[in-house]
């Protein structure tokens, strides 16, 4: 039961008009490989539901999503993302736009095979008046209360970075959050797991077993991808790399200075991206 | 006036400053809250609550921003990542966050999401965040280092935090735990303690007047019972600067 593939055979599976959820949180542990993989593709008209960070920035500037649905999109240490405000500011996407909250409850509503999940999350702000698609649901017992009736928000794909994972798809996280990566997982058809390394599954257990996140139930294939967070963090076994993504930022600010962002980070493999960073960093230090 | 209350608040005669004023001000927001989780974001309302818990709230629970809980100490006590945030703490409502405003208006309705038209915003910002579900769910107080009509205004252009009006109108689920608290600014305090649930103007902080307040809002304030902000007493300043903020990274948030 080997399911080691490549990013790009990853990205090989995604067809157009796909919904695909990516685990992560902000500009921390996003399956960047995986999205760089994408960005080499001819996929376009995606769906995306993210706890949004640079791959949003990067899949919209590359034209590949027609709808996002998103709570926020940060890079943390730097509140916005430029190429996603262009995206929003030119009318270039479409997006349901939920509550951090109702992001969650979609997905497990989705996770359980439920229709919905009722929340108070929505009630009285825009998240209702900008998706006039959703209904509320009234409590059959003696409350009576009228709750909001989160839809499921159900994945063909998901794509998800982890520390460590074993060739038959078991992964593990190593840091202090899982984020909602097992939710992504369970709520999609098919789960694709990058990891900073492949090992054996019986070193999976040199850490708690409470820090496997994933069984190879939910996932269809591994990449091995050391560094494949970068530039957001992989606690512990990296931070974000501040100074690469403060040259993101100013690069994607810059229309003149973005292609060439483009043709020297992006245009090769995940190879020559990691070796180009490489050389970033040596020239910065 | 102004200085009369210095001298009886700090013995050390130093000159008080508005960030310190402000930081005050935002662990008043805190008073007596017990054992929940505080959710300060932003600069000045982190200080707060740290402050805050150093002194008359020590049952306050902070976290570093990430996945845990740590103490005055710096000790790891406890692990809250996003998920359980969201799927417990949130709806549990033992909390109190203090979030930031790109717009507020006269019920507390809080904007984070975009500037403009939904659809095609002129500026887009965070996203709603946890706005929504934090508003109908627990207390919920703000911070804006810059009071302004362009911040104050007479109606957001996205409603990401919920006022009191619109909690009102979506019923019963969402106004039962609605609780906008306060929200504190570089110039003032104001809470939403009148019989509409309109704001009222609670205090001027030190050297502002209540007409500067006034200018800088783009809608009426009740100021039939405004005070002055308290200034922060000997035992406090020391621990503002010498413990929560030695590098003084509150001035460059409320400049003096």
């Known amino acids: ?285 | 006036m102004t200085t009369a209350r210095r001298s009886e608040s700090s013995d050390n005669g130093d000159d008080v400053t508005r960030a310190e004023v402000a930081v005050v001000a935002c662990a008043e927001l805190f008073r007596d809250a017990g054992e929940i989780v505080a959710s300060p974001m932003g600069l000045i309302p982190s200080l707060g609550a740290k402050l805050a818990r150093l002194t008359f709230a020590p049952g306050l629970l902070l976290s570093d921003g990430e996945a845990y809980l740590l103490d005055a100490d710096g000790q790891v006590e406890g692990w809250q990542p996003f998920k359980k945030v969201l799927d417990v703490v949130v709806p549990h409502g033992t909390r109190h966050v203090v979030m930031g405003a790109n717009q507020i208006d006269r019920f507390g309705n809080q904007n984070i999401s975009a500037i403009g038209d939904h659809a095609r915003p002129d500026r887009q910002l965070l996203g709603v965040r946890g706005a929504p579900g934090n508003t109908v769910n627990h207390r919920t107080s703000y911070w804006t280092p810059k009071h302004s009509k362009r911040v104050f205004v007479d109606a957001v252009d996205v409603v990401s935090g919920v006022g009191y009006d619109n909690a009102h109108k979506a019923g019963q689920a969402a106004s039962r735990f609605h609780d906008v608290h306060r929200v504190v600014t570089n110039l003032a305090v104001l809470d939403f303690d009148t019989p509409d649930r309109s704001m009222r103007l609670v205090s001027v902080h030190p050297g502002v007047s209540v007409d500067e307040v006034l200018e800088q809002t783009s809608f009426p304030l009740d100021t039939s019972r405004t005070t002055e902000t308290r200034l922060p007493d000997a035992e406090e300043l020391r621990l503002i600067r010498e413990v929560v903020d030695p590098k003084t990274t509150r001035d460059k948030e409320v400049p003096s």
């Not at chain 1, 899949?59 to 890079?75: H, M, N, Q, S, Y």
Request: hydrophobic share 45%; with cysteine; net charge negative.
């Open chain 1, 1 to 285: 039961m080997d399911k080691r593939m490549t990013a790009d055979e990853v990205a090989a599976e995604l067809r157009d008009g796909m919904t695909i959820g990516i685990g992560g949180w902000g500009s921390r542990r996003k399956p960047m490989a995986l999205i760089r993989a994408i960005l080499r593709t001819d996929v376009k008209d995606l769906t995306v539901v993210s706890y949004g960070g640079p791959d949003v920035g990067l899949l919209a500037a590359a034209g590949k999503i027609r709808k996002l649905v998103f709570g926020f999109v940060t890079l943390d240490s730097v509140p916005f993302d430029p190429h996603f405000a262009r995206a929003r500011q030119s009318g270039a996407i479409d997006v349901t736009e939920y509550d951090e909250g109702m992001v969650a409850a979609g997905l497990s509503a989705a996770v359980k095979r439920l229709p919905f999940l009722p929340m108070r999350a929505g009630l009285g702000s825009d998240v209702v008046t900008t998706n006039p698609d959703l209904r509320t649901v009234t409590s059959p017992y003696a409350d009576g209360e009228e709750l909001l009736a989160v839809p499921a928000l159900r994945l063909d794909v998901a794509l998800v970075h982890l520390n460590r994972a074993d060739a038959r798809g078991n992964a593990q996280y190593l840091g202090p959050d899982p984020y909602f990566d097992d939710d992504f997982a369970l709520a999609a058809d098919r789960c694709f797991v990058s990891a900073e390394r492949v090992v054996d599954t019986a070193d999976l257990s040199s850490a708690p077993a409470q820090s496997l996140l994933l069984n190879r139930g939910a996932v269809t294939g591994v990449v091995a991808a050391p560094h494949g967070a970068h530039f957001t963090s992989a606690a512990p076994d990296y931070g974000r790399d501040e100074a690469f993504q403060r040259h993101y930022v100013a690069c994607a600010k810059d229309p003149e200075a973005w292609p060439s962002f483009v043709d020297r980070f992006l245009s090769g493999d995940e190879t020559t991206y990691q070796s180009e960073v490489t050389r970033f960093q040596e020239a910065a230090a």
